[in-house]
């Protein structure tokens, strides 16, 4: 492909940048007394060309949806984005100083999943000229979630893509066979792969236009850099590797200055001009386009609700969005596939690619995004969720096929861990809906609830107890069973609530009465509601979940009411790895039954 | 590679075997009423070839160390595993139709990390001729998981693998191209990657004999095949994935029959011979070579200690090897491979391959193994390690960088969740050592301890508290400090046990005298023990972690008392995500130091 040259001040001017980018990283992270600066000289030509050459910003308003995305992959070289944003203009270059520069964004391996979900709305919603960057060490390129992200980008063709590779721990002798490795991967994986000099500013311009101009297939552009780079004494050294400069600061500073031309060059990165053309949205107040439809008595599975609501609200706001790793059929995410086939995404069993997406989906409140899978094949994407949390991602996780009440898949398929993990998760909302109405409105709610939020849904049908008009909200629960003279408390989510109500009867028939509590949302668990009504019930709980002992409902409640005296709880739950058997001959086998919990209320009546 | 052809009469046996694994496949799940027969179908001739023609078995001890290992990553084909068991004469081909099959050990992008684990340890610590073999579906390969492995099996040379794709769910229309996607991406990953037709006997055995003579890298199979291949009016269809055959099952047994030449054929499997050379092993009853050797009052890191207690372990049972991802220097399993390199295995930034083969290195109980990364780090790995635990698998796992306190480095790897997620696993032990001392006996009971073992490890340095004899047991908690005055009773462990004997000191200046327990394991939990010394504390007692609130040792404690009124309990832990900044900032910060625990004590009293 062919592409002028830059003109000779224009190529001086870059070259002057990035020693100051150099610089400032060496600053920063003396005054931080912690980073890696070396990790960042291996960046400063790339992030140079990149910000004062290619992309296109608008600075006045950094959020502005047509500008040109970039994910720093390699948190370590954060002290360098930081850097450039001062040179750009976004905040004076003195900050740097009192930045208390955190290199804790290290998205390892997880960056290039964000950046293909950007680089998706860009190119099939929004359908803009924005165009995504996304930078990798060679070190997270061991992290499978890379090659699902990159197995991603090639199946949809995302041509508004750009993968950086900065390759500067080359272990063999052979450095140009390693390089070449690299290449045939990306080339496998269906990229436009260039192999290049991360150091050459021309040979950047020329990799990034030839980026921009291949259509049809995402690039990578495998930059060859050196870690150090023009820090004297310690270019390529090991030894520095991870570390501020220390006392050998102040002779590199004075070498690089040396190399700069003209100390007081100044650029600015490229308007945005006409390709200012990504759409306004508004992803306010989703509202399910019709109310819940149907009968007290109906016997229907809360993911089918799931995939009923999920179109609902998608026919309300047209930046609703479905992402599934090759489960819609048992998900119901299919409802969505079938309604506006636009807003679905594909992602295969891939669920880190996947969670990642997501979260790169709905950056800069592009789109609401709703993923759903197996409850416990989250556990494959455990630390994407993490991370995603600490961006305050507002991403929807849905998981099917929780408990051991889905029967005969057996305990691979089974969620018995997920409450666990998605409470543990900071900020999060979750929802274990008990019936179709209460899911539907469990939908409406997160799709308007921040943070992370997770939707337990249930593989059996459970019947509807709830009125179409019922009105639900986050952390309050519904007592669905009193009387007055109510002595025990029962708890039960999902499956086990109707096992708490069945428990009920029974125990009726003994002349004890029990109280029904419905959490409806685990996190925030409705506290007030719980030591009241557990109170009254003379302080006897039971709580009764699918789900393994740990961090579950179970533990929510004992939470909930550690600060009170004069409470005993008894806590029912899958003790152990089930088995594979029909749903109603689990619950009973692991003590999760209305069995269980008769008997469980009778023992604790003794207390 | 030339290779004679079959025998006619050995190649009709190979097909009527494989035709009749076909109609064993439909009798089991029709008696089963559920199950995969299609999919089973497409590997008809593969498990032919491999157990009647290629693997040498052990019938009579299928745990023999020397025979050849198969790792079915495609679980769905659980039945025709079964199947090929029968016809080799592990049991009576009459019990497929009464075992309630399970395909419930659905290892989907899990089986290839097992298989590398076990092809590492028979090349490299064994140094034995058996060979591993491992069957994938073709949508396992979405899954990141899987390409770690390939990466991990290529750069370890491991000519011993020999990996089988069955690629029956070809996408588009031109279907050798596809198949030439998949042999170009093994390739650039270091396999030796060979295309054929999955059920064509002769080139499947010139395959195998091509993977068994390739050296210096292991083989990959692509083979392509047909869903329900044989299966009379079914063949191809989609419409009968995931199904018994119901109906139709009769008519296609019958085509089947037809096609078998001899209904009484009956192979047996290659006896392993001379190829019997794999060591055998002892791995009972592990000691640290040397007591721990520390004085009261100095100052070690626990996560030091453990590289320490590794390399006494080590030198103790040549069987006991470390794995870890690129983090050797920060969890200090580097002692390890300074003092015996050959059984250090570096698994790269690649968690969920490194759990992997921890789980395929265990198998047989051929060796004893530690993994370590940072604690946040096994989110990553949370399936790997949820299915081991189904799996049976007796893995030590080592997270350093807990909490908040390892400072500087940021929320992103910060173990805030690692308890929570360790203890959901079923018969997980969790321990929580204090001090050098106590994460010495840690390792030592780990090591002899079955199940998934967790060892939480502690960044900062702390203060030796236990002599070097003071004896430790799993579920066995020390109670630190105590006077018969004591109205209060704290818990901490790690970091935050510190905090609550500083704490108790100051809170004796105001004349309230506390008791300090170190549960030494957060799992199982000295219940005993706390409820104990609980009563005797007037019911009070303050927590307090250095992990969110959901599920860690707080919730466990919880959970230890719910069965008992008239507790109350204070439970102080990292309320949200923290931030970058110095350790005992930050656990002031976040609410964990002596000052918040002596503040809570001072409120609890009025309880």
Known sequence: MSFPKLDSKVFQ???DVAHKLRIHSITSTQAAKSGHPTSCASLAEIMTVLFF????LNLKHPRDPSSDRLVLSKGHAAPILYAVWAEAGLFPVEELRNLRLRSDSDLEGQGTAVAAGMAYVGKYLDKADYRTYVILSDGECAEGAVWESLHFAGH?????LCVI??????MCSDASAEMEVYRERLDAFGFNALVLNGHDIDELVKGFHNAASTKGKPTALLAR?????DFVGIEGLDEMYGQPLGKRAEAVIKNLQMMISNPNVHLTPKKIGKCGNAPEVNINNILLCNPPNYR?????????AYGTALAKIAADNARVIALDGDTKNSTYADKMRNAFPERFIECFIAQQNLVGVAVGATCRRRTVAFVSTHATFFTRAFDQIRMGAISNTNVNFVGSHCGCSIGEDGPSQMGLEDIAMFRSIPGSTVFYPTDAVSTERAVELAANTKGVCFIRTTYPNTTVIYNNDEVFAVGLGKVVRQKPSDEVLLIGAGVTLYECLAAAERLEEDCITARVIDPFTVKPLDVRLIVKHGKLCGGRIVVVEDHYQQGGLGEAVLSALADSRNFVVKHLYVPTVPRSGPPAVLMDMFGISSRSIFKASLAIMKK
């Open 296 to 304: 007290l008595g109906d016997s229907v599975a809360t993911r089918l």
């Open 156 to 160: 949809y063709c995302l041509d508004n």
């Open 13 to 15: 001017n870059l070259k």
């Open 53 to 56: 050459q290619q992309m296109r």
């Open 225 to 229: 850099t050196v870690k150090g780079k």
């Open 165 to 170: 590779f900065d390759i500067n721990k080359l």
